[in-house]
């Protein structure tokens, strides 16, 4: 039997455990299926740990966690504890770190019912954002001047390297070839205010002459938050910064149902990859049985693609899509009538009747 894929699960904080349970209930599920095998540790960093212990995240675990060869996290984030210090202490460790430098994260209508949008199908929003995710303000290059007093200065950076908006860009032009869905590659910035993002323009177009059977589209951050209500259709594969991709995927995740769906990757090609639930701990839920695991299923799904069980992924992809368009899961926040659990095992119970391709 093929060696098992080693996994670093970080369930988290908040509803974290219990969407985290069930989306590894469904792995293991899957792995049974389609035959083959993980190895799953878990790593306890979050809130209660730090609480208890004051320990974000010491370096033997990280040093663990590198040689694994996916990560699934649940969320991070307690309102006990300042904020961003475990966000940054364990997230942006890990993004950074392990030069997690692809943000991606696919927009999928799976039923026409979830989408807020008049008249929009599933076939009309079909997208997928890659989102810089190593740069920018995130960089964490910022400071405070007289805090506190009337004369207080704030600063934090946007940075952009070449090489790191080149990787980025230049991954992107890949995928919209590979999914040959519109094979069109919509770069947005906002180069037109923030001059530093001229940078972007000149290498997509550099490095675009090397893609000429992508079409190259531009817009606006103001202007695709625009698009991607009025016209979600016009977009195939979208590369942009930290920032705005951090932004424009929430507003994303809304018109493909709301933040119960939406998953996404940190990924470095080749090296230990980072997939997660785009929601926080939600901490009003936490404990309650009634957040919805799908994203963290879907979660599950793109790790999976990510490590070359393209079987496996499509499985849990086409089980979620049936159970929602079938209405079996008639809602994707806490108001689906159903637990944390039972939509689990909704899941589970649909996997081996899902139409996969051979
Ligand atoms: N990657 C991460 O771990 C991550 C991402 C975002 C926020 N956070 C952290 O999470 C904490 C809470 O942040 P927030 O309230 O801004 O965002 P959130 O995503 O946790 O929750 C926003 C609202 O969305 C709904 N929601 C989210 N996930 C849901 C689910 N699975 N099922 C049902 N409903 C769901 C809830 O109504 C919730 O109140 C903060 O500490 C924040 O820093 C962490």
Same mark, same amino acid.
């Given at each position: 039997m093929s060696e098992a894929y080693t996994i670093a699960v970080v369930p988290g904080d908040g509803i974290g455990p219990e969407v985290v349970r069930e989306g590894l209930r469904v792995l293991e599920r899957v792995a049974s299926i389609e035959g083959f095998r993980v190895a799953t540790t878990t790593y306890p960093f979050g809130a209660e740990h730090y609480l208890k212990t004051?320990?974000?995240?010491p370096e033997s675990a990280f040093s663990e966690v590198r040689q694994q060869r996916a990560i699934l996290l649940g969320a991070i984030g307690d309102?006990?504890?300042?904020?961003g210090l475990l966000e940054f202490g364990i997230i942006a460790k890990m993004r950074f770190e392990l030069d997690l430098f692809v943000n991606l994260r696919p927009v999928k209508l799976?039923?026409?019912? %979830?989408?807020?949008?008049?008249?929009?199908?599933p076939e009309d929003v079909d997208f997928i954002v890659v989102r810089e995710n190593t740069?920018? =303000?995130?960089?964490?290059?910022r400071g405070f001047f007289k805090?506190?007093?009337?004369d207080e200065v704030a600063t934090q950076e946007i940075i952009f390297t070449r090489k790191g908006t080149e990787r980025v860009i230049r991954y992107a032009f890949e995928l919209a070839r590979r999914r040959g869905r519109g094979k069109k590659l919509t770069l947005v910035d906002k180069a037109n205010a923030v001059r530093a993002m001229d940078l972007w323009a000149r290498v997509f177009e550099e490095v675009g002459r090397e893609y000429p059977d992508i079409a190259r589209d531009h817009a606006y951050i103001d202007a695709a938050c625009m698009w991607c209500v009025?016209?979600?259709?016009?977009?195939d594969t979208v590369v942009t910064s930290n920032m705005f991709g951090d932004i424009l995927t929430d507003l994303a995740a809304m018109i493909q149902?709301? %933040?119960?769906i939406a998953a996404s990757g940190n990924i470095h090609p080749g090296q230990v990859s980072l997939f997660e639930p785009?929601?926080?701990? =939600?901490p009003k839920y936490?404990?309650?049985?009634?957040?919805?695991p799908l994203a963290t299923i879907m979660a599950v799904s793109m790790m999976l693609d990510y490590l070359g069980e393209t079987r496996g992924a499509a499985r849990i992809e086409e089980t979620v899509a049936a159970l929602l368009r079938s209405k079996?899961?008639?809602?994707?926040?806490?108001?689906?009538?159903?637990?944390t659990a039972e939509i689990g095992n909704l899941v589970i119970e649909s996997l081996e009747q899902a139409k996969v391709p051979a």
């Open positions: 004051k320990e974000i995240f309102p006990r504890i300042e904020v799976y039923a026409e019912h %979830l989408c807020p949008l008049k008249d929009k199908k740069e920018d =303000a995130y960089a964490g290059m805090k506190g007093t009337p009025k016209n979600p259709e016009w977009f149902g709301g %933040l119960g785009i929601h926080g701990s =939600a936490a404990g309650k049985n009634v957040a919805n079996r899961i008639p809602s994707l926040g806490s108001d689906s009538g159903l637990s």
